[in-house]
Every structure is written in structure tokens, then in C-alpha cells.
């Protein structure tokens, strides 16, 4: 079985940092892309920043400039390192990877629990 949990969540005022970290474990093979996304209620869960094993990088472009995605391929674990936080950064954010168990042929994705991030004006 595979898990992924993440950490790092909670609150902070306006400007201010927090980082995210999201750990892989489990019968792991190989990992390709690892995500994070967020969701506030009523609204679709959307990409916030996105990473491929090869270093590739990709952000929405409401956190462009603010937030850092990077990972320790090693350790099969994402970060998120998000500054000049604003309000509207508030949500519960999800780590997601794509990932192939051992014994397995076939990528599969992975979500973890959701973590709360709360930017306080």
C-alpha cells in the first residue's frame, strides 16, 4: 500500500510563509509527477503547483512568483514553500503523485489528506 501525508499546514497573517511538505511511503517503485492542489468549499479543487521527476516544474497562475515546488526525489517527498500569502491562498491543500507499487506494471494516483491553510488578513 502506498500513503501520502503531509504536514506543514496552518495559520499565518498576510505576507507572511509557510511550507508544505508532503511524504510518500509505502511499496514504492517509482514516482513520476507529484502535485499540490487546493480546495475551498463550494469551488473545484485546482492545480496550485505541479513537478515531474525530472525536474520539470509548473505553477496556476495565481501563486506565480510567490509559491516554489521542489522535492527530494530520495526521500519521495514534495514541498511547498509558499510566500507573500494572501487571504484568498486560504484552503485545504492536497498533496497528489502519480506512482507505480511494486509489483505493479502501472502508474496509479494518490492523494493525501488535505491540509488547512489559513491566511488571515
Known amino acids: 500500500q502506498v500513503q501520502l501525508v503531509e504536514s506543514g499546514g496552518g495559520l499565518v497573517q498576510t505576507g507572511g510563509s509557510l511550507r508544505l511538505s508532503c511524504a510518500a511511503s509505502g511499496s514504492i517503485l517509482r514516482t513520476y509527477a507529484m502535485n499540490w492542489y487546493r480546495q475551498t468549499p463550494g469551488k473545484q479543487r485546482e492545480l496550485v503547483a505541479s513537478s515531474t521527476s525530472g525536474g520539470d516544474t509548473n505553477y496556476g497562475d495565481s501563486v506565480k512568483g510567490r509559491f516554489i515546488i521542489s522535492r527530494d526525489n530520495a526521500k519521495n517527498t514534495v514541498y511547498l514553500q509558499m510566500n507573500s500569502l494572501k487571504p484568498e491562498d486560504t484552503a485545504v491543500y492536497y498533496c497528489?503523485?502519480?506512482?507505480?507499487?511494486?509489483?505493479?506494471?502501472?502508474?496509479?494516483?494518490?492523494w493525501g489528506q488535505g491540509t488547512q491553510v489559513t491566511v488571515s488578513s
Open positions: 497528489y503523485a502519480h506512482i507505480i507499487k511494486l509489483g505493479s506494471s502501472w502508474p496509479e494516483t494518490y
